[in-house]
């Protein structure tokens, strides 16, 4: 058969689905859906930590250098999400998603962002200033910026046999993945304003300052009230 004829089959086969929908209680994996036509639903949080500026680095920088760069900040996020109870279901070049279940799921993602936000600033930006002289001779600052949303989404597996992953569908991992993309130093780190209702009193406030202001952002034409900040925690 042609590849013309089996992708043409393959795409009627797939607009053609029933799917086959249930109800997840913990966060699944892929191979917890069906390829054909399984899709799970469930209420979680979704946190994006995307870096910033990975292309300049590596117009400017040796490829090492912008590779022990990318890898320290994505090790930084995978094992923070890890220790905040999190589950990392996704890498895209210089981005990683991890989604948040349980009790205070909202407080953990959020706790978990200002805590890579304290990395960056604190370990990834002295450090690499000190170790590679391109990023010293071109005073590069390693920026980036999480965002995190939280809402019913559904787990769909994507691709053929042998070469599949989830896919995500909802709200809450759309547009937390936007707000990853916003660039806007010192602030490095974005919720939604549902997220930030559900937050912990605790999660609120450094002693007695408020730790997040409003602000307005515009995203795909609309204007939606998200919550930011730029103090970082000590993990």
């Known amino acids: ?9 393959e795409v ?33 949080t979704f946190l994006y930590a995307d870096l910033a500026g990975s292309s300049i680095l590596a117009k400017i920088c040796p490829w090492q250098t912008t590779a022990k760069i990318i890898r320290s900040y994505l090790d930084t996020a995978v094992r923070l999400i890890r220790y905040h109870g999190g589950e990392v279901r996704s890498f895209d070049g ?15 993602a959020a706790n978990c962002a200002r805590n890579i936000d304290w990395v960056v600033t604190n370990l990834i930006n002295p450090k690499a200033k000190e170790k590679f002289k391109s990023i ?39 547009f937390a993945a936007k707000l990853s993309d916003i660039r806007d130093y010192p602030y490095e780190v974005y919720i939604s304003k549902e997220s930030f209702n559900k937050l912990a009193s605790d999660a609120k406030k450094n002693g007695t300052e408020d730790v997040w202001t409003s602000k307005i952002v515009t995203i795909g034409g609309e204007n939606y009230t998200v919550y930011r900040t730029n103090t970082p925690l000590k993990p």
Do not use: Q, Y
């Open 12 to 44: 009627n086969n797939v607009l053609n689905i029933a799917w086959d929908e249930r109800t997840g209680s913990v966060i699944p994996e892929t191979t917890d859906v069906a390829l054909k036509n399984g899709a799970v639903k469930i209420e979680a």
């Open 136 to 174: 010293r001779d071109n005073d590069i600052k390693i920026k980036h910026c999480v965002g995190i949303d939280t809402s019913e989404a559904r787990a769909v597996r994507s691709g053929i046999r042998n070469n599949n992953d989830l896919i995500w569908i909802g709200k809450a991992p759309s």
């Open 94 to 108: 210089d981005r990683v998603m991890g989604v948040f279940k349980g009790t205070t799921p909202n407080t953990s």
């Open 1 to 9: 058969m042609a590849i013309i004829d089996t992708i043409t089959e």
